[in-house]
Structure formats: structure tokens, C-alpha cells
């Protein structure tokens, strides 16, 4: 019962398609006939549970029955149930599913009508390419077996493949939205690469055919390039912590101004090295500027989204980080023959502009002589304006001694006017005086009756105590406390006193 899967990967994309599509379609017989399977299953085990109660039922003839433990009933369900569902395939959605801090998974597999637990221990689950979640379909190999010490029966889970996508693609996909979701694919933190490196670096195999195609074009198009080449194992499960490492070597080297991490073409298995989280992160932290060259125009990886800059193939890596010599030329001479354009046609434009100039320029004696007449003409209205002037002026003084009249007799006038306001205002302040001192009078008298000096004439004393700086009159004997000196004031001197004791 079930289908063995053998744990050898398919050889290439197609032969491991061909395998997940007879995963698929066994499991999915498993699950058609299990029906029939499980019915003479349920009829062996009520024939083994009839047995079961049979014995444990007394008898006629017995007297006493044999009884059964908990864990003895549990273990016999488990024996049973491991016996008989030792090797299933099962296809289900997941649904609760935790990450244990000790890295062992518990899920649970459902479909329409019913669930049980699952679960997949951290050895088996290490070797998963995606990641489990809520709601993914899955199709999945196991035993179905009892957990003792709860009573609660569970699936085992050994392998596991999501259905519809294959497992890589599926990694894939959860580890792009991830990285996207962190912001390492943004175009703002992607730097430009330099247009002329004198140093490259390369984090490749030594032996593939990529190092050979890049050494080819930069030979070719810059032969005074520098080169290091960091080798690192570019395909299987040692590839990606290779490929890292020679990423960090190559960042140690101070003046390296590109870096060039790729290899050539392959199936997705062999190009998987460039989808593992270690490569994208090791790329988003180099302090050098990274070209991804990773198989041809078809396929993308992780790591060329993480990447300054993307290239189809390493060839097209090593033309994209350097110009060839004759590119160079070509764009030399078209700059000096853009320049040389631009110098005659300015020349031209100069010259055109001078000689219209020259067609407009006057000569400067006749120019001399127009403005000598200009001047004469405007010397002769100034002269005429002048005299205007000065007889309009010379009319209107006239015209205002006229109505001033005699100035001797405006100044007897204004004599007598003068005469008049100082008589007024020596009278006028006599009588303000005059009510002023009547005014002081009446008011110092109330003053002086009012004043503490005359209550002290007739024998009252003013009594002060010192607060701080302050004085303060005393008007209750509840203002002071024994032992604290007043000050008495007298109608003649004073007093400096001491409580001795307060009467109320």
C-alpha cells in the first residue's frame, strides 16, 4: 500500500516534473482505493477488537476478567495503527501550523470533511525547500501513529511537496516576497556601476565555462583590466556558503571596483545555488558594487534582483562592466568631430554678427559733429528756459509785495497784538496761583489732621516690630511673642522694648 519514493533528486526539471506528476497521480490511486483498503483494514481490525473486547469481556466460566491499563489500550492502538498505516501518501491542506522553537513542525492536514494532526520532526523538515504555511496543499508521505501519553493519533510526516508548484519554485517564491518585503530589491539602494574598472573581481568556478567566456570578452575589449577571481562552487548544497565566502574575500581586497557573481546555464536545480538567502544577503551587504551573471536570458535568480545590475549571461557581464577599446575610439572621434562642428558653426555665427556689425557702425567725426550740433540747439533752450524763469520769478515777488503792503506797519500791529496776549496771560497766571495756594492750604491742613504725629501729641505711641527689612505696626497683642523687641515711637523720640509677657 502507498508509493516509495526514492530520496535521489530527479536528474533534470523535466525528469523531476515527470516524478511530482506520479507522486501526484499514485497518491491520488492511493487515495481512491483506500477506501477498499481501509474496509478490509476496519474489518481486521473489528475482527481484532471483537477479539480484544471477547477477551476482555468475563465469561461464563471465568471468574475474573482480564483488565487492561490505559497505556496498555494506547499501545495496542499504536501497534495497530503503525501496523497497518506504516507507509501513506496523503494529499491535504495545511492548517495550524507552528514552528516549534525546538524546530519541529506541528500542523494540521484537513480537507472538506475532516482534519487530523501532523507533525514533522526537525531532521526531516531541514531538508524541505519551501516553506509550510496556512492554506498550502500539499502532498505528503508518513505513518500514522499514536502519542502515547495523550491518547491523540497523528501523521509522522517524512517528505512533503507542495501540490501544483514543485518545492523549488515555491521556496522561490516565499523567499522573493520576503526579500522584496525588506526592501533589498528597491532601485535606491542600487549602485551605479563605474564606467571604466580598473580591478575586477569574480566569484565563479574556476573550471566552468562562465570564467572562460569572461576572461574571453575582457581580453578582447580591456586587456589592462586587472582581474581577481575568488572560486567558489557554484551548484549543489556546498555551493551557496562557497559562493558567500568568496563574496566577503572578494570585499577585503581595497581597491577592487566591480564584482562579477555568476555562472553559466543549467536546470533550476543546478542554478538554485543563486536562489539561497545567504547569496542574496551576502550580495545586499557588499561594500562593492555586484553585476549578477547567472545562466542565459531565461532565467532569474534571487540574487539578480538583490544585484546593483543584472546580466543574461557572463559574456554580457563582462561587456556591460567594461567599454571596448574601439567603442572607446569610436566615441572619442565622435566627441571631437561634435566639438570641432560646434566650433565652426559658433565661429560662423561670430563672424556673421561682426560683419552685420560693421554694416551698421557710423562713422564716429560725422557722429561727433551731430551730437556738436544736438549740444548748440540744447545750450539755446537752456538760455531761453534760464530767462523765463528768472521774469516769472521777478512777477510774482512783485505781485506779493503788492498785497503785503508796508512791513512797518504789519509790525506795529503784531507789537500790539503781543502786548495784548502778555497782559492776558500775567493776569491769567496770578489767579491760577493764587487758587493753587488756597488749594495747598485746605489740603495740608486736613493732612496735618489727619497726621500719626498729632495722635502721638496727645500722649498715643506708635508700636512697630521688625520683619526682615519691613516694619511692621503692631495692632494686637496677638502680632508678638515673648522674647521679640519692638520699636516705640513717641511724641518725643522713641523706644526699643522687650516683651516679657502678652496679655489678651
Known amino acids: 500500500m502507498g508509493f516509495n519514493l526514492e530520496e535521489t533528486p530527479p536528474a533534470d526539471k523535466a525528469t523531476a516534473d515527470k516524478s511530482r506528476a506520479a507522486v501526484v497521480e499514485r497518491s491520488e490511486n492511493v487515495i481512491e482505493t483506500f477506501d477498499e483498503e481501509s474496509t478490509s483494514a476496519s474489518t481486521s481490525t473489528s475482527a481484532a477488537a471483537a477479539a480484544s473486547a471477547a477477551k476482555m469481556s468475563p465469561s461464563k466460566d471465568s471468574e475474573s476478567p482480564h483488565v487492561h491499563t490505559v497505556s496498555e489500550i494506547n499501545s495496542l492502538i499504536r501497534q495497530m495503527l503503525e501496523?497497518?498505516?506504516?507507509?501513506?501518501?496523503?494529499?491535504?491542506?495545511?492548517?495550524?501550523?507552528?514552528a516549534h522553537t525546538s524546530g519541529h513542525f506541528y500542523f494540521s492536514l484537513k480537507d472538506e470533511n475532516a482534519q487530523i494532526s501532523a507533525v514533522m520532526f526537525k531532521g526531516l523538515n531541514s531538508k524541505l525547500k519551501f516553506r509550510p504555511e496556512n492554506g498550502?496543499?500539499?502532498?505528503?508521505?508518513?505513518?500514522?501513529?499514536?502519542?502515547?501519553?495523550?491518547?491523540?493519533?497523528?501523521?509522522?510526516?517524512?517528505?512533503?511537496?507542495?501540490?501544483?508548484?514543485?518545492?523549488?519554485?515555491?521556496a522561490y517564491e516565499q523567499l522573493k516576497a520576503k526579500l522584496q518585503t525588506e526592501g533589498l530589491f528597491d532601485l535606491k539602494r542600487k549602485r551605479a556601476i563605474p564606467q571604466f574598472p580598473k580591478h575586477i573581481g569574480l566569484v565563479t568556478s574556476p573550471t566552468g565555462a562562465a570564467i572562460q567566456d569572461i576572461l574571453n570578452v575582457l581580453r578582447r575589449r580591456y586587456r589592462s583590466a586587472r582581474i581577481t577571481l575568488?572560486?567558489?562552487?557554484?551548484?549543489?548544497?556546498?555551493?551557496?556558503?562557497?559562493?558567500?565566502?568568496?563574496?566577503?574575500?572578494?570585499?577585503?581586497?581595497?581597491?577592487?571596483?566591480?564584482?562579477?557573481?555568476?555562472?553559466?546555464?543549467?536546470?533550476?536545480e543546478d542554478l538554485w545555488a543563486f536562489n539561497d538567502e545567504r547569496v542574496a544577503r551576502a550580495i545586499a551587504a557588499s561594500r562593492i558594487p555586484t553585476i549578477s551573471a547567472v545562466g542565459h536570458e531565461v532565467d532569474f535568480t534571487i540574487a539578480d534582483f538583490v544585484a546593483d545590475l543584472r546580466a543574461p549571461t557572463p559574456s554580457a557581464a563582462a561587456e556591460l562592466v567594461v567599454k571596448s577599446a574601439t567603442e572607446i575610439e569610436e566615441k572619442i572621434q565622435s566627441l571631437k568631430t561634435r566639438l570641432w562642428q560646434g566650433f565652426s558653426s559658433n565661429f560662423r555665427r561670430v563672424s556673421d554678427e561682426v560683419r552685420s556689425l560693421s554694416k551698421r557702425l557710423v562713422d564716429p567725426q560725422r557722429k561727433l559733429q551731430d551730437l556738436q550740433i544736438r549740444c548748440d540747439e540744447l545750450s539755446t533752450r537752456l538760455e531761453s528756459a534760464v530767462f523765463r524763469y528768472i521774469e516769472d520769478q521777478r512777477m510774482t515777488v512783485e505781485l506779493a509785495l503788492k498785497k503785503l503792503g508796508s512791513p512797518r506797519e504789519m509790525l506795529v500791529k503784531l507789537l500790539k497784538r503781543l502786548q495784548l496776549a502778555e497782559m492776558s496771560l500775567r493776569n491769567s497766571i496770578v489767579?491760577?496761583?493764587?487758587?493753587?495756594?488756597?488749594?495747598?492750604?485746605?489740603?495740608?491742613?486736613?493732612?496735618?489732621?489727619m497726621s500719626p504725629l498729632r495722635v502721638v501729641e496727645r500722649g498715643y505711641s506708635i508700636v512697630e516690630k521688625l520683619s526682615g527689612v519691613k516694619k511692621i505696626i503692631v495692632k494686637s497683642s496677638g502680632d508678638v511673642v515673648p522674647g521679640e523687641q519692638l520699636n516705640i515711637t513717641l511724641a518725643q523720640g522713641g523706644l526699643t522694648v522687650e516683651v516679657k509677657s502678652i496679655h489678651k
Open 136 to 170: 498550502l496543499e500539499v502532498i505528503i508521505r508518513g505513518k500514522v501513529t499514536v502519542y502515547e501519553v495523550r491518547g491523540n493519533y497523528q501523521i509522522f510526516c517524512e517528505y512533503m511537496e507542495p501540490v501544483g508548484a514543485g518545492a523549488l519554485q515555491k
Open 431 to 449: 489767579k491760577n496761583i493764587e487758587k493753587s495756594s488756597s488749594l495747598l492750604r485746605q489740603s495740608a491742613g486736613r493732612l496735618d489732621a
Open 230 to 268: 575568488a572560486p567558489a562552487l557554484v551548484q549543489g548544497d556546498p555551493a551557496p556558503a562557497s559562493i558567500v565566502s568568496a563574496i566577503q574575500l572578494i570585499n577585503k581586497v581595497s581597491d577592487v571596483d566591480v564584482i562579477i557573481v555568476g555562472r553559466g546555464g543549467g536546470s533550476i
Open 83 to 98: 501496523g497497518e498505516f506504516n507507509h501513506i501518501w496523503l494529499r491535504a491542506e495545511i492548517s495550524n501550523f507552528k
